[in-house]
């Protein structure tokens, strides 16, 4: 006798056995109505990869990992700055980031700021630093 974790017992087991014999032996769906019985595709249908969304493809890569690098750079400046640091310009953001030990790659993206400009909040850096607006 076998002992296990199964949740159904051996008669329920024999039961469900029983009830896909048919299918199990046959290697298909046995339904008698063809309407239960999922439609093959056409031959005209557009065949999608399983593995995934089809990757972006020329300019649209290129607009993608635009986005996908100004979110990781506010990513990293919102991580090492607080809501009270703003407004504020180059020097104060200078400050502030090596008050908080931002990394070196963060502080040399915040150099290339305008000395002149005035900064909101984390978007408008991100922004005056050229990167691409997100959607």
Do not use: C
């Not at 024999?14 to 199990?24: A, C, I, S, V, W």
Request: glycine share 8%; net charge negative.
């Amino acid at each position: 006798m076998e002992r296990g974790s199964n949740p159904l017992g051996p008669r329920k087991d024999d039961e469900m056995k029983h009830e896909l014999e048919g299918q199990l032996r046959a290697g298909r769906p046995t339904h008698v109505e063809e309407a239960v019985e999922p439609e093959p595709p056409a031959d005209d249908d557009i065949r999608v990869d399983p593995g995934g969304p089809v990757p972006p493809r020329g300019e649209e890569r290129e607009h993608a990992r635009a986005v996908a690098e100004a979110d990781s750079l506010r990513l990293e400046l919102a991580r090492h700055l607080e809501r009270a640091a703003f407004p504020t310009g180059r020097r104060g953001l200078l400050e502030v980031l090596e008050a908080h030990h931002a990394p070196d790659p963060l502080l040399e993206e915040v150099r290339k700021l305008p000395e002149n400009g005035e900064y909101a909040n984390v978007t408008e850096v991100v922004k005056a630093l050229g990167g691409e607006p997100t959607v």
